[in-house]
């Protein structure tokens, strides 16, 4: 059997492009971005409940996931978009039982136009003391509202 040749792009690749997140902390010594739009596409790196002093904000739960949530907000905003341009999440916490209120607190923040989720439970997180990671992706210009038609 002969491997088949790659198709050809209709349209030529976008680039990856960091983006750079005011008040987050640079992760390029740690070999990755906070954040990278390619095209209308917008990929956030896992964000935890860090406060402008990139410490942890709270021994609590809720706190942290605010913090966290408030991260991927900013960094989809500098991007170039908004939160109803989020289209999937995935959430990592040290205790599944969180997950109702994480859930109520994204009901909250999206309102009616929920993400995609996933919730993981996982033994630790990589900064000490958090509870709970935020990874999102979003689409530029997905979350403005449809003409009427």
């Known amino acids: 059997m002969v491997p088949a040749e790659p198709a050809e792009l209709a349209e030529p690749v976008v680039p990856a492009e960091p983006v750079v997140v005011p008040g987050l902390e640079d992760a390029s010594p740690f070999g990755y971005s906070q954040c990278v739009r390619v095209g209308p596409f917008v ?21 942290q996931a605010r913090a966290a949530l408030d991260r991927v907000r900013r960094a989809v905003e500098a991007a170039g978009g908004t939160l109803a341009d ?12 969180f997950g109702r209120v994480f859930t109520s607190m994204r009901r909250e923040l999206f309102g009616t136009r929920l993400p995609a989720s996933a919730l993981v439970g996982v033994s630790s997180l990589m900064v000490p003391g958090a509870m709970v990671e935020v990874q999102a992706t979003a689409v530029i210009g997905s979350g403005r509202d449809l003409p009427e038609g």
């Open 43 to 63: 990929y956030v790196a896992g964000q935890c409940g860090l406060g402008p002093d990139h410490e942890i904000v709270s021994a609590e739960f809720e706190p």
């Open 86 to 97: 989020v289209v999937t999440m995935t959430v990592f916490v040290t205790d599944v039982r």
